[in-house]
């Protein structure tokens, strides 16, 4: 989860001018890697075998 200190520390490293698009891209990949660091807390992950696997169905 996002916090209010996260958005301001994001916010901080944008230039001085931006756009509203600029500061919603910067904050949905900041909620990305905020949910890929608590699914690996969680352990959802996927080990590379799997991976593999999984493609390897795909493509078939």
Same mark, same amino acid.
């Given at each position: 989860m996002l916090t209010k200190d996260? #958005?301001?520390?994001? &916010? !901080?490293r944008m230039?001085?001018?931006f756009t #509203? !698009? $600029?500061v919603v891209e910067e904050l949905v &990949? %900041? +909620?990305k890697i905020e949910e890929? %660091?608590?699914d690996i807390e969680?352990?959802?992950v996927f080990?590379? +075998?799997q #991976?593999? $696997?999984?493609? +390897?169905?795909?493509l078939k």
């Open positions: 996260k #958005v301001k520390k994001t &916010i !901080d230039p001085e001018s #509203v !698009d $600029q &990949i %900041l +909620n890929g %660091l608590k969680e352990n959802r080990t590379t +075998n #991976v593999k $696997q999984e493609l +390897n169905a795909w």
